[in-house]
């Protein structure tokens, strides 16, 4: 512990396009590529990797990539590296207890990794930019604890050394199709069915899937904001489907009518969207507009807000997962060692990289066997334990890579 604070020296974008196995339809768009924004911190004490989980278009939130890119160019790398920004000066390799993410009190898991804790207080100077920010708080974190040779998994608290992993159905062209990917999962051993759903696909491929995987099969549904208060009465016949929960209906900001929602159905209502950090989390379950709560560490500004939320909500007894965003090994890994957490008592989106990739960015990321299957072992070396692979970084890279120095 008594090891100096690194400094960070440089700071690269890593713009990729990475191919998909298949097509994934949300109620938002159709992606067939994954364009990829990875940053890769290098220190005096080591280097690390954090991958940005903002999509293509600004459809699943009002972050991209390419503003990710821009506002890491522009004001976020400069500002870590100390060139400017309104708090650069004071924070950058002097992180110090007016640092909101290290002044939490004992035990806060920041207080061991104080770089990686500076890091939400330096950049908050810009407005938004979760995703961006996560990226670099990622990446400084994976840096900061390969020095000094410690896991994500140990820094986080985890519990576990497998974790559960269910998976993210999208839309299909038919029902039939539908089924066929539902059945090809289950063989595969996930533990859990999640259906993208919009209005016209909902009760009917909700209700083949039920029928098709039986009662006991663990379903949910998640509609990216596809519908609006006039659909509570439809949405309140997915009762009938016996599922886990029902994620995010209703746009980002509207909190009212997820509360609306909550009282008119049985079935428990979970936040994705909505929930930026930990006191909406808090916000949202107070007014009884999520009994479950949807962890996505980009989303969220990255994942020591992310353990916040997560220590929000267990302390309120409120269930949550690990929501995914399509990441490369880089971000599976991290997510993989968040959901190994007490909180996370249900599976989370968090696939083997074959649900996505033919070839993974690092080490593949595969599905246990016996009485793992369905489950995905967390890593426990050093950092997200995975290293990036320079051939593919190589053979997928869309653009030039971006220095920002100091
Ligand atoms: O990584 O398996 C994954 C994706 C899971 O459905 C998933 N993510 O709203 O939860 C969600 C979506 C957002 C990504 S859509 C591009
Ligand atoms: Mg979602």
């Not at 590529?33 to 954090?50: I, P, Q």
């Not at 599922?243 to 428990?268: G, K, M, N, S």
Request: hydrophobic letters at 40%.
């Amino acid at each position: 512990m008594s090891d100096p604070t690194p400094t960070i020296e440089r700071i690269e974008l890593h713009r990729l396009d990475v191919p998909l196995v298949r097509p994934f339809e949300t109620s938002f768009g159709r992606e067939t590529v994954r364009e990829v924004l990875l940053v890769h911190v290098v220190t005096d004490a080591g280097d690390g990797w954090g991958e940005c989980v903002a999509g293509r278009d600004p459809f699943y939130s009002g972050e991209y990539v390419d503003g990710a890119a821009s506002v890491i160019e522009r004001y976020l790398g400069p500002a870590l590296l100390g060139r400017h920004g309104r708090h650069a000066a004071t924070h950058h390799g002097a992180p110090d207890a007016a640092g909101t993410t290290v002044a939490e009190g004992p035990g806060s898991r920041g207080a061991s990794v104080p770089l990686a804790a500076s890091v939400a207080s330096t950049l908050a100077f810009v407005a938004g930019h979760r995703m961006a920010k996560g990226a670099l708080e990622a990446a400084v974190l994976d840096a900061e604890l390969r020095a000094q040779g410690r896991s994500m998994g140990e820094l986080f608290g985890a519990e576990r050394e497998w974790v559960d992993c269910g998976v993210s159905v999208g839309i299909a062209p038919t029902v039939e199709e539908l089924l066929d990917e539902v059945a090809g999962y289950i063989e595969e051993g996930y533990r859990r069915i999640k259906l993208k759903i919009k209005p016209g696909w909902d009760l009917v491929p909700v209700g083949a899937v039920r029928e098709e995987i039986g009662p006991r099969g663990m379903l949910q549904v998640d509609a990216n904001t596809a519908y609006t208060a006039e659909d509570i009465p439809l949405l309140a016949r997915l009762d009938a489907f016996d599922l886990l929960l029902i994620e995010q209906p209703f746009a980002e900001e509207d909190i009212a009518t997820h509360v609306r929602l909550a009282e008119a159905c049985v079935t428990p209502v979970c936040l994705d969207e909505s929930i930026l950090d930990v006191t909406t989390a808090i916000d949202a379950i107070d007014r009884g507009a999520t009994s479950v709560v949807n962890i996505k560490p980009g989303r969220m500004g990255g994942y020591l807000e992310a353990l916040r939320v997560h220590d929000a909500c267990r302390e309120r007894d409120v269930p949550v997962w690990c929501g995914g965003m399509l990441e490369t090994g880089v971000g599976r890994a991290a997510n993989v060692a968040l959901a190994a957490l007490p909180g996370f008592t249900l599976p989370g989106d968090t696939s083997a990289s074959a649900r996505y990739f033919a070839e993974d960015l690092t080490e593949p990321f595969v599905l246990g066997e016996g009485e793992h299957r369905g489950q995905l072992r967390v890593p426990d070396a050093a950092g997200t334990g995975v290293t990036v692979r320079d051939d593919l970084l190589r053979d997928w890279a869309s653009s030039a890579r971006v220095v920002i120095s100091r």
